[in-house]
């Protein structure tokens, strides 16, 4: 029951983490329908100058600072580049986006090196905030996952109860109408995809400590993302919570529990072919859960698109 906890706990942490990427890529795909392949970028780049700031001014001015530096460099990004490839159709927005995403990697390996960097928690979170049957749960976690709901209430109010947050949603779906009523659409857009990388530039502040800032970080995320949002549904905060947490559950409890495949097959009436050394399938009888963790959410994916090809709280389009 105690590793349970621990687990529960530790793929809160990741799913959270991953929700902070996913929502704000979320709202720019669906809104905009831009395949935005850099979006993983700007995390690493929030981790990187949250790093920078952090020698001079400390943690927590790098957490405030960064991710402002973070979205104001993608709503540049997309004015001065997405608006003008947009109107050439999603080939060339891949192109660009894709373009985007090695150009930050060279950038910052060119900037900062290939190493790791020293980015460390600081010290008034580094410390055990309580154990679970001698695991020890540090401080940092704590704070990772209250940051991570408290943008999510954020956001859920921000969308749901405000007038800027009515004005996004509708130009989410009807954004000719919105802009007949004189809403300007195209700064709302920039908005909206400059909150976004925000969001993404917070991620790499508060993970950059804990699982590294090197120049490789926004490729280990940058695939699951996508993901993500899948399982969610475009569109859906909500959704990319939901998705966010059951990938975080999946990857952490499948890497905890060392559960041979042979014997889920064996449960379920499949019995152990005879001359095993000869059966061109002898390999999945070897298999264990932690081998094909980081596989999970995509097969969880394939399923999704199968049985429910708008996601978990997308709609369906008429």
Request: charged fraction near 10%.
């Amino acid at each position: 029951m105690e590793l349970i906890l621990v687990n529960i706990i530790d793929g809160l942490v990741t799913g959270l983490l991953l929700f902070m990427l996913s929502a704000g890529l979320t709202l720019i795909f669906s809104m905009m329908g831009v395949l935005n392949f850099a979006h993983a970028s700007f995390y690493m780049l929030g981790a990187y100058f949250a790093y920078q700031i952090s020698i001079a001014l400390g943690f927590w001015v790098g957490l405030l600072v960064a991710p402002l530096i973070v979205g104001v460099m993608g709503a540049g990004v997309e004015r001065y580049g997405l608006r003008r490839v947009h109107q050439y159709g999603h080939v060339p927005e891949l192109i660009f986006t894709f373009g985007l995403a090695l150009l930050i990697e060279e950038l910052v390996q060119f900037i900062w090196g290939k190493n790791q960097m020293p980015y460390s928690i600081p010290e008034v979170l580094d410390f055990t905030a309580f154990s679970i049957a001698g695991n020890s749960i540090p401080a940092f976690k704590i704070f990772m996952i209250f940051t991570s709901v408290g943008i999510f209430i954020g956001l859920l109010f921000i969308l749901t109860k405000t007038r800027v947050g009515m004005i996004i949603q509708a130009a989410l779906s009807y954004p000719r109408t919105v802009e007949a009523l004189g809403h300007n659409v195209p700064l709302i857009f920039m908005g909206v995809f400059g909150v976004g990388t925000a969001l993404a530039g917070v991620a790499g502040v508060i993970a950059g400590p804990v699982l590294g800032t090197f120049p490789g970080m926004a490729f280990v995320l940058g695939s699951i993302v996508f993901v993500t949002i899948v399982i969610g549904g475009l569109g859906s905060l909500w959704g990319a919570l939901v998705a966010s947490l059951l990938i975080g559950w999946i990857t952490t409890f499948a890497k905890s529990y060392n559960i041979a495949m042979s014997d889920i097959l064996n449960g379920l009436g499949i019995a152990t072919p005879e001359n095993m050394s000869e059966n061109p399938l002898r390999d999945l009888w070897t298999v264990t859960s932690p081998q094909i963790a980081d596989i999970l959410p995509y097969i969880l994916m394939v399923l999704i698109l199968i049985f429910r090809p708008a996601g978990l709280f997308g709609k369906r389009e008429s």
